[in-house]
Every structure is written in C-alpha cells, then in structure tokens.
Nanobody, 126 residues
Framework: QVQLVESGGGLVQAGGSLRLSCAAS????????MGWFRQVPGKERESVAA????????YYADSVKGRFTISRDNAKNTAYLRMNSVKPEDAAVYYC???????????????????WGQGTQVTVSS
C-alpha cells in the first residue's frame, strides 16, 4: 500500500509560479513511476506530466510543455510539479499518481494508476 499526500496548491496570479509536492509513504518510492493529473468540474481527469522511477525520463501534455516541470527526489520520497507561466486554464484540482507498470510514464493512462493522492486545489487569478 502507498499513501500519497499533495501539498503546495493555492491561489496564484496568471503568469506566476507554483510548486506542488507529493509525499509518498509505504512501498518503496523508487519502484514506481509518478505522475500528475488535473481535473475541473464536469471534465475527465487528464494527465499533465509523468516521470520514470529513476527520474531520467519525463512526459508532458502538450498544454503544459515548456511551462511545467516534473521531478522527483527518491531520497525524500517526494515528487514535484513546478508550474511556471501559469494560465487561467491551469486552474484545477491536481492529483498525484503512482503507477507500478514499467514505462507507464511514456503514456500515463488514468486507468493504469495504482495509487492516487487526495488532490490539491490550484486557483488562478487573472
């Protein structure tokens, strides 16, 4: 069993920056790929970014490429999502995800996620 706890959400001005954190406990952190998803009311949860268990490979949705950076610190059992040049359309609840499937990071499908965090709200003021 793995527990994921997100933090770092809040209110940010359009054009500003925010860093989300996802602290993991339980099964060895370095044995699973990590990802970030987001969801707004009435829409499906969508993948934003993913990172391989070593941290050497990443995936980004087209909508965030060049603005968001996913990273992880296996020594601290924590994954991060750095959000730069935030846009109003980035407002959502952001969820941390962990997947045991090898190479999940290449195409981070929602149904293949093994564990979810509880979510953290990101609000963008224009």
């Amino acid at each position: 069993q793995v527990q994921l706890v997100e933090s770092g959400g809040g209110l940010v001005q359009a054009g500003g920056s925010l860093r989300l954190s996802c602290a993991a406990s339980g099964r060895s952190f370095s044995t699973y790929d990590m990802g970030w998803f987001r969801q707004v009311p009435g829409k499906e949860r969508e993948s934003v970014a993913a990172i391989s268990r070593s941290g050497g490979n990443t995936y980004y949705a087209d909508s965030v490429k060049g603005r968001f950076t996913i990273s992880r610190d296996n020594a601290k059992n924590t994954a991060y999502l750095r959000m730069n040049s935030v846009k109003p359309e980035d407002a959502a609840v952001y969820y941390c995800a962990a997947a045991l499937t090898t190479t999940w990071w290449r195409a981070p499908l929602r149904h293949a996620v093994n564990y979810w965090g509880q979510g953290t709200q990101v609000t963008v003021s224009s």
